[in-house]
């Protein structure tokens, strides 16, 4: 910044920084704790996001890991929004194979993109890759690649059909 600027002037410079609060808060914790901190006075203290714990003082969540002013009303809580699906799934191969668990160990397993294993987990997809959901296998759905291969397979048992060998 050059000597002769003034902040206060300068929009371009300072447009995108939020303006940091340092006014002090009563904050309580769910088991019992308090302080009378500014948001980021709290984030440093106990190993907290500042952009969460300042989006409580804006009012746009009641509490952050815990935390909330004293006086407002409970309600969404802070942080992050998505959280892992941790539920059970089964996939089985055109060739038999099996693997279960959770999106994050079929993908290890399979070697499949996440997108992949989400896509058949949720349903968007019969088949992905040779893997299906167990469940889907069970009914006797065949996909039209492995119909396609069923059938290059049981022709290649009887030989290349070529104009010397047919009938």
């Known amino acids: 910044m050059l000597p002769h600027t003034d902040p206060a002037n300068t929009g371009r410079e300072y447009a995108g920084r939020k303006k940091r609060t340092e006014t002090q808060y009563h904050w309580r914790h769910s088991d019992g704790r308090e302080a009378k901190l ?28 815990g935390w909330s002013i004293v006086g407002r009303k409970p309600g969404w809580p802070c942080g992050r929004l998505h959280f892992r699906d941790e539920r059970s799934h089964s996939l089985t191969h055109e060739d038999g194979r099996t693997a279960s ?21 949720t349903q968007d997809r019969r088949s992905a ?21 069923a059938k290059r397979a049981t022709a290649d048992v009887y030989g290349p059909q070529t104009p010397l060998n047919v009938g």
């Open 101 to 121: 668990g959770d999106q994050g160990e079929l993908r290890r397993l399979t070697g499949m993109a996440q997108q992949d294993v989400s896509a058949l987990v």
């Open 129 to 149: 890759h040779g893997w299906m959901l167990s469940s889907v296998a069970a009914t006797g759905y065949k996909p039209r690649g492995w119909r396609q291969r």
């Open 38 to 65: 500014s948001p980021f006075e709290l984030a440093e203290a106990y190993g907290l996001r500042a952009n969460d714990v300042s989006s409580v003082a804006r009012g746009e969540h009641s509490m952050c890991f």
